[in-house]
């Protein structure tokens, strides 16, 4: 099973992280195919916690080539701290590889994305601010500054020139800010290129080899599919496609060499930002909710938005990312809630039933998820390593997701350490745990 890829089911901060951390164990090389420092991992290993942003959670496996993907957004700076603080670590780097041909994210690319919020007042899309979506606006006019440009100074700041022009009219109030320093921003990013120029490379190869020669490659989505451009609750979604199709965009594979599509799922679900989301809880279930699972953000701090889990949008990203397996996180959260709920489908306007997730915004704005009752468990779960350690409740919440949903539960997080997994029959088949 050579290419497998693994996305976010529902709107971020699902806990791939994790995933992708112990499939890197097994794996020979880990792929980043979207998205920015948007996204931010923690892994827990040990006493350490890491967090990381742009670099891949398979990085903490010496030697292991860890690619930042042409579909990836870099700002440059994150990146340069990141690779600073993991040597600091004596965190093995000899792996990592990053794409000539990814974009990188500029000073302006921040100032839009904050001016263009301003702009928006209480209609504002609640982005992480990173320059996320003005860099992919910029890759799309044609006007994007990408890796291989800062290892040439000419190119650089022609290229710099070409890209500030539109700009000056959006970015008149910050006029005078000393990051539009065409001089300045040219020296930052030149020597950001010789920082980083050990990492740089033709980067599809590395995947082509490893498939050629059979071997596993994981291809790593950031955020979510209710968070994709295309298939998400737009406008209030992130500027990339986190579905799995774009894997073969993002890293330079071609769809036939994805075998398998793993989607991560929490056992209940939450949110980042504005946008619609059926199954919000705006009660003390909720604050337990995100009190339980730490629901702020890894990257902003921001407190999330929490709800139940929501079958209908499950469904939905089984059909966009043509999932084979669904892992199931933070399991342990919902420990001691009685009773457990679950969206099985929408009430929309005026009593309308929904089975599907709606297309159109003003139905999924109304939308609220109809929901059934499973009992809760008080059990600690945190200890359990097998579907049978679990208490007969969990076991059947479990059940009742596969059985909506249609694809079989690969993996169950119950805790946040590495150990804290069960892998399930379904994974075990086509994937046994390491000995030991
Ligand atoms: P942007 O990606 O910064 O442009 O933000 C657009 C939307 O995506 C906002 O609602 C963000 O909160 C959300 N978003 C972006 N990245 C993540 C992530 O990694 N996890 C959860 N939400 C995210």
Not at 177 to 195: I, Q, S, V
Not at 255 to 261: A, H, T, Y
Request: aromatic share 6%; net charge negative.
């Amino acid at each position: 099973m050579p290419g497998l890829v693994v996305v976010g089911a529902q709107w971020g901060d699902e806990g791939k992280g994790k995933v992708v951390d112990l499939l890197a164990e097994r794996s020979d090389a880990v792929i980043r195919f979207q998205g920015g420092n948007n996204a931010g991992h923690t892994i827990v290993r040990g006493d350490e916690t890491y967090k990381l942003h742009l670099i891949p959670s398979g990085i903490l496996h010496p030697g292991r080539p860890c690619v930042v993907g042409n579909g990836v957004v870099i700002d440059p700076r994150v990146l340069t701290e990141e690779v600073d603080g993991l040597r600091k670590r004596r965190v093995d780097l000899s792996g990592l590889r990053i794409s000539a041909n990814a974009h990188l994210i500029m000073p302006y690319h921040l100032l839009l994305d904050h001016a263009g919020e301003a702009r928006l007042g209480g209609r504002e899309i609640g982005t992480t601010k990173r320059g996320i979506g003005p860099c992919y606006a910029d890759k799309a006019a044609r006007l994007g500054i990408r890796v291989q440009d800062v290892l040439d100074e000419k190119i650089l700041k022609q290229k710099i020139t070409a890209a500030l022009e539109p700009k000056r009219q959006a970015l008149r109030d910050y006029a005078k800010d000393p990051l539009l320093d065409l001089h300045t921003m040219t020296e930052d990013y030149l020597a950001f290129g010789h920082r980083l120029e050990p990492f740089i490379a033709d980067t599809p190869p590395i995947a082509w080899r490893a498939l050629d020669e059979g071997k596993l490659v994981v291809f790593e989505g950031a955020q979510g599919t209710l968070l994709d451009i295309d298939h998400g609750t737009y406008p209030f979604v992130t500027s990339s496609n986190p579905v799995a199709g774009a894997a073969c965009v993002g890293a330079g594979v071609g769809p036939k060499q994805i075998d398998e599509v793993w989607g991560v799922a929490k056992a209940y679900c939450t949110r980042v930002g504005a946008g619609p989301f059926p199954t919000e809880l705006h009660d003390s279930a909720g604050e337990r909710l995100q009190r339980a699972g730490g629901e702020f953000g890894t990257t902003t701090g921001r407190p999330r938005r929490c709800g139940w889990i929501d079958l209908v949008a499950l469904r939905y990203a089984v059909r966009v990312n043509g999932l084979t397996g669904l892992v199931v996180t933070k399991l342990d959260v919902l420990t001691g809630i009685e009773p457990l709920r679950l969206a099985t489908r929408y009430t929309g306007p005026e009593g309308a039933i929904f089975d599907e997730f709606p297309y159109h915004q003003s139905v999924l704005h109304r939308a609220r998820g109809e929901l059934i009752e499973l009992p809760g468990w008080n059990e600690d779960i945190t200890g359990a390593r097998t579907l049978s350690e679990l208490p007969p409740q969990a076991r059947a919440y479990l059940d009742f997701i596969e059985d909506q949903i249609g694809v079989p539960v690969v993996m169950v997080g119950v805790g946040p350490a590495r150990d804290q997994m069960i892998w399930t029959r379904a994974s075990e088949s086509i994937w046994p745990p390491a000995a030991g």
